[in-house]
Structures are given as structure tokens and as C-alpha cells.
């Protein structure tokens, strides 16, 4: 007899996620994940009375999209408070400007490019889901290149395209992107979690054990355990066994197959779609702790001025743009308590990448410091600390060759592309940032999460 209906590995959003909807739906959930503290990605750890995220995040629909989703069906809708970026809301930065997206922003443009955007954004929200589906396959660049050759219209595309899915729009789904866009315009409820970003999975970790499930900080797993073709349990890396019918990785879909299972238990055409699966891009981020407050705004995302093919071909050759865009979410103006009374906490993040960033990493740091202080006047000269999260750090912290998102949203990597949450071994599933689900980061994982579940209790009671 197993000792445990399911075990997930790994407890970022997808793996937390799952292991609450299943428990919920009585079946004996155990959690098992590396590192000290849950939610990977989107956890917060505590730094000299500052409480600080390891990703740079900001939730687009924050509890009306699927992370709250999650807590209406475990029934612990209340177990978050979510704090929206209102008064002032979210702006842009762009030629030295602050900017309301889209009518100020608008304002700013040549005539014909302002009629053009605002042409591209009622279009966008007027598709209907089988007009989106069939964009799948078309990259966003080609998309938004039917409407204008260039300019800020495709800057604008090019930088939120990498703040939803980092990666460039020329690789991107439009139909993908479209789909995000267009839910997120419809909600506009940019928000964030106080107590910081860890309060997400640990409201889905306190769902597991509220239904009477466990959960295991510091217990790596070493090896997924097959016998006659099927699911038998996790060895960990102290060498204990804990079995299983049910294995739920949130570990990554390559790291999975290669290493946790191991090749010889999949054919070769499988083995081979898994080889060629392209992963995101990689960031560095930058967690700024300073004296005094130095901005009122919540998130702010920053446009270059640069072409954008250039200013890609750019950080994929190795070099730094000297104008950054930047994602730039103040979590202490979300929610105070995350600092020393009368203190700031101010974090930014920019796409870079993973094979040719350390080279370059002193003059990454400088220029994004450089774009802020111009951004923020004060921000240097009030600073107490900065922490810099680099590839090497997130590739430690989730594997994923250190990409960001996990498996991209490329085109023929989305919609009925995706890889499937259900592995070809019977009872193996996969869930988070590299199977089924879709959206912008966090909400993708958390998608892939209720789609797995799905599957596994329809599973299960057949």
C-alpha cells in the first residue's frame, strides 16, 4: 500500500497549486521541495528587516485570475490580501516621461502612430477565442507588422512581449501574447500579495495541510522510482524511499526526464520532442534597499527608444544596451510592512542572456543602476544594499537552464503545442512553467496546475 495517493516535487506556484486542488479533493498529498523555503521563483526571503522577493514580480489580475481561482475552489478565497496598484496605477517610462498607458502614452506619439495603436489595441480586444487560436502560429512581430513596419508601436510590443514571456516578439505566439493581453485589459487589476510573494505558495501549502496533507522543505529528490512501467514512488537524496502510484513534477520537463527518471523509460520520438524543447531567456534582477522612499508608483515598466531587432541582436551577441527596459515593481509602496519603518524597497528586472551574461555582469549592474538614478533622482545616494539575482542564481534555485518562464511561449511551443501534463509512464504528470496552462508566468503555472488536477482526478476515478 502507498504511503501517499500523490507526491509533488517542487513547490513553486504549479507544484504548490496542484497539491492543494488534490488534497482538497481527498486524496493524501505529500509535498517535497529542496530548498528551505517554498514557492521557488515566487518566493521571499528576509534580509536586514526587509522582506524581499527573489523574482521581480507583479500580478496582473492578482485574485480574478487563476492563482485566486485556486483559493475559490480549495475554499480559502480570503487566505491572500491582495493590495492593486491604484493611486497612482501602473505607468510607463518612456523619452524621460512618466506615462497612463494608453491614452497619455497615445499622446506622445507622431499622429498616425497614435491611431495605429489605438486601432491595434480595440482589435485585440474585440477578438473573439477562435480568432486568438488562430494567431497561434503566427509570431508576434509578423502580427503587429500588418499594422506598421516600425517605430514605437512595435518598441511597445517588443517590451511587454518580453515582460509577459521573456523572449523576443519576433519568436513570440501572437496568439499567445493576444490572449494574455486581452484578459489582462479586461480585468485591470494589476496587484500584488501582501507579506510579499511567498504568500501565494504558502497559502496553497497551508491548503495541503489543512486537507491533511504534508509538506517537506529541505528534501530534495534524487530519483523518480519506476517498476513495471509505472509509477512507484521518489527515492530522496539522503536515500529514503516514499512511494506513490502518483508523481506530480514541478521540477522542470527536461531536468524530469533526463535526470529524475532517467531516458531509458521513454521512446525515442518523445525523447526527441523533450530535446528540442526551447526554454525562456534568462534576467537579471535587482532588489534595491534604500533610506528614504524615492517614488510614490507601484510598477513601472520602461521603454527603450532603440529599434527593436537591434536592440535584441544586442543582449543575444553579449552586449549591453546603454537604454534598458526595465520591469520595475515597488513592492513597499504595494505594502509597507516589507521594510524598516520609512524605508523603500524598489526591484527591477531586465531580459539578458543565459550563455554570454556573466561576461558582461559588472556592466549589466552599472547601466541598470544608471537608467534607475535617471529614472529615480536620489535613488544611489539613499541606497543601504543591493542584492543582484543573476542566471547562475535562478538556474540553482529551478534548473530550467536558468530560464525565467521555463518551457517558452514560442511559437509551436503554445496552445495544442504545449507539452501535455500527462508524462507517457503511467501515473507521471507535470506541472508549473513547462506543461498545459497558459498566461504570464505565475498565472500560466497556476493554469497548468487546475488543468493537471483535472486530469489526474478524472485519472483516478477511472
Known sequence: ??????????????????????????????????????????????????????????????????????????????????????????????????????????????????????????????????????????????????YTDGGPIHSFFKTLCWMYFVIPYYEASAGEFLRCLSSLSKDLLTGYPKGGCISI????????????????????????????????????????????????????????????????????????????????????????????????????????????????????????????????PVPSNYDPTLTPKGNQLITAGTIVAQDNFEKNKEKWIETSIRNLNEIFPGLSENLLWLDVTAPNDIGKLGGKESSVIGVSQVVSQTGKNRPRVTLPIEGLYMVGGDAGGWGIGTEMAANSAIDCAKIILKDVQS
Not at 78 to 83: E, T
Not at 214 to 219: E, G, I, L, Q, W
Not at 268 to 277: C, I, R, S
Open 201 to 328: 505558495p504558502l497559502a496553497y501549502t497551508k491548503g495541503i495541510e489543512k486537507f491533511g496533507g504534508d509538506v517537506k522543505t529541505s528534501h530534495p529528490v534524487n530519483k523518480i522510482i519506476i517498476e513495471n512501467d509505472r509509477i512507484n514512488g521518489v527515492e530522496l537524496e539522503n536515500g529514503d524511499f516514499i512511494s506513490s502510484k502518483i508523481v506530480i513534477s514541478n521540477g522542470g520537463i527536461k531536468d524530469t526526464v533526463n535526470n529524475m527518471v532517467g531516458r531509458k523509460y521513454f521512446d525515442k520520438n518523445y525523447l526527441e520532442t523533450v530535446d528540442k524543447l526551447k526554454y525562456s531567456m534568462s534576467a537579471i534582477t535587482l532588489k534595491i534597499a534604500l533610506k528614504k522612499p524615492v517614488t510614490d508608483i507601484k510598477v513601472l515598466m520602461t521603454m527603450s527608444s532603440e529599434d527593436p531587432i537591434e536592440y535584441f541582436d544586442k543582449i543575444v551577441n553579449g552586449k549591453v544596451p546603454d537604454e534598458l527596459d526595465l520591469f520595475v
Open 1 to 146: 500500500m502507498s504511503e501517499y495517493d500523490v507526491i509533488v516535487i517542487g513547490s513553486g506556484i504549479g507544484g504548490s497549486a496542484v497539491g492543494a486542488l488534490l488534497a482538497s479533493k481527498d486524496l493524501k498529498v505529500l509535498l517535497l521541495e529542496k530548498n528551505e523555503l517554498v514557492g521557488g521563483r515566487c518566493s521571499t526571503y528576509e534580509k536586514e528587516g526587509f522582506k524581499v522577493d527573489v523574482g521581480v514580480h507583479s500580478f496582473g489580475r492578482s485574485g480574478r485570475g487563476p492563482l485566486g481561482k485556486i483559493l475559490n475552489i480549495i475554499d480559502t478565497e480570503d487566505a491572500i490580501n491582495w493590495i492593486i496598484a491604484k493611486r497612482p496605477g501602473p505607468r510607463w517610462y518612456y523619452q524621460g516621461k512618466f506615462l497612463r498607458f494608453p491614452l497619455e502614452f497615445a499622446q506622445l506619439l507622431p499622429a498616425s502612430d497614435s491611431k495605429t495603436l489605438m486601432k491595434v489595441l480595440k482589435d485585440i480586444m474585440s477578438k473573439k477565442e477562435e480568432e486568438i487560436n488562430d494567431l497561434e502560429d503566427i509570431d508576434l512581430k509578423t502580427w503587429v507588422s500588418e
